[in-house]
């Protein structure tokens, strides 16, 4: 059974770079037809997609966020990363890391990790 789990600091300052790790188990980072993705809910509103790494590496951004968001992998780790520079506080959200099956099937998703920007 895949499980996902984000892992990061809590509370970044204003201006500095937010770096979350989603870890996965229970199945490989690599393997065909996944994409795995970052979205982000902040308080009172809506999810909100951030982009995503594929299984053959190609990545794909929220092109409102594109200036500001990279996403890689660890495949030795079995691990993708998020991380989002310029931090503001509306940059405050619950984050989450996700998997999806390509053509749309959602397979699981990590518990979500809130991050606070403030000084």
């Known amino acids: 059974q895949m499980q996902l789990q984000e892992s990061g600091p809590g509370l970044v300052k204003p201006s500095q770079t937010l770096s979350l790790t989603c870890t996965v188990s229970g199945d490989s980072i690599t393997a065909n037809s996944y994409c795995w993705h970052w979205i982000r809910q902040p308080p009172g509103k809506g999810l909100e997609w951030m982009g995503l790494i594929r299984y053959d590496d190609a990545l794909y951004y929220n092109p409102s966020l594109k200036s500001r968001t990279s996403i890689s992998r660890d495949a030795s780790k079995n691990q993708f990363m998020l991380q989002l520079i310029s931090v503001t506080p509306e940059d405050t959200a619950v984050y989450y890391c996700?998997?999806?099956?390509?053509?749309?099937?959602?397979?699981?998703w990590g518990q979500g990790t809130l991050v606070t920007v403030s000084s």
């Open positions: 996700a998997n999806e099956v390509s053509g749309g099937t959602w397979r699981s």
